[in-house]
């Protein structure tokens, strides 16, 4: 038997609607873990000094790591939700590695999707990387799933046209874009408490949701040298030190870009407002002067459109 190939293990989510499982697309890593917390059991009956650990509890989670982000809506709006998802993982085989085998591996249980990050970097591919938690016990899987494969693409979402727009207050839809922008990062937390009590049956713990936040992270030049001829205006260090030393919310969207300088605002993907909570400048010798930007959600967001593949 073949060594087995890391695109041949792959994740699949339950669509309720289809009443069958999907794989989540354009997957390049994904990594499970098992996780059993132990006491020692060893007392003064026991000649020596070694340890007798015994199984008190266990726990699993999964992470993906994509290169779609269309389906981004749906997935900010399940987190809001506290919505559970159906996973399986398991061998793969035809020509799209998508079709599931039934291996003697293969389990699948219910997980919330606490931890998703999202990032639009410069001249790179957007991607996305996800986190679930399990919610109880793992079943084997007995008989091959039914499973729709989905279509392969072969296009993708470039960074530089997905922006962030920020406003000097918490009232105005912003309008100005992040001025000289390299890298923008998205990241959305579900936390979780363990809910287990000793009416629960078994060892596996029962994760329960207890809250939402959510972060921006922006990296930008202090200054660049390109030629800005859209009408856009942008935001940039000046005015983020404005918005830090006021310590009040300002509005922001995250919206698809088009136009010259990539400043046109085009489908808002979500928005909401946010409080910087960091500036970092850095100017190294013989390096261009930049700055990172963290900016802390304060409130709910409002979960717009998918964005446009470009």
């Known amino acids: 038997m073949a060594t087995l190939k890391g695109q041949n293990f792959r994740i699949l989510t339950y669509d309720a609607v289809a009443s069958k499982f999907k794989c989540v697309g354009m997957a390049t890593n994904c990594t499970v873990n098992l996780t059993a917390n132990t006491d020692d059991a060893s007392t003064k009956d026991d000649i020596g000094g070694a340890q007798k650990p015994t199984v008190t509890n266990k726990s699993w989670q999964v992470s993906v790591e994509s290169l779609s982000v269309a389906d981004i809506a749906a997935i900010l709006t399940a987190i809001k939700n506290y919505q559970k998802f159906t996973l399986l993982w398991d061998e ?94 998205l990241h959305v937390s579900l936390s979780l408490e363990d809910a287990t009590t000793k009416d629960t049956d078994g060892n596996w713990q029962v ?20 030629v800005i001829t859209s009408t856009v205006q942008g935001q940039a260090l000046a005015d983020l030190m404005d918005v830090y030393e ?28 946010v409080v910087i909570t960091a500036l970092n400048i850095s100017a190294q010798n013989r390096q261009n002067a930049t700055y990172d930007a963290t900016l802390t959600g304060y409130g709910e967001y409002t979960v717009g459109e998918d964005p446009a593949e470009s």
Do not use: H, M
């Open 246 to 273: 006021a310590s009040e919310p300002v509005k922001f969207q995250i919206a698809n870009v088009s136009g010259a300088n990539q400043r046109t605002k085009g489908t808002v993907i979500v928005e909401g407002s």
């Open 207 to 226: 994760q329960e949701p207890t809250g939402i936040s959510f972060d921006i992270s922006s990296n930008a030049l202090v200054r660049s040298g390109d």
């Open 92 to 185: 793969v085989a035809t020509s799209d590695n998508q079709t599931p085998v039934e291996a003697g591996f293969a389990r699948t249980g219910l997980a919330y999707l606490n931890d998703v990050t999202f990032n639009f970097n410069d001249r790179e591919n957007a991607s996305k990387s996800l986190q679930f938690t399990g919610v109880g016990q793992l079943a084997k899987v007995t008989s091959t799933p039914a499973f729709d494969p989905i279509a392969v693409s072969s296009t993708y979402t470039k960074g530089q046209f997905v922006r962030l727009f920020l406003g000097s207050d918490n009232t105005a839809t912003p309008a100005k874009v992040i001025a000289s922008a390299k890298s923008l990062s």
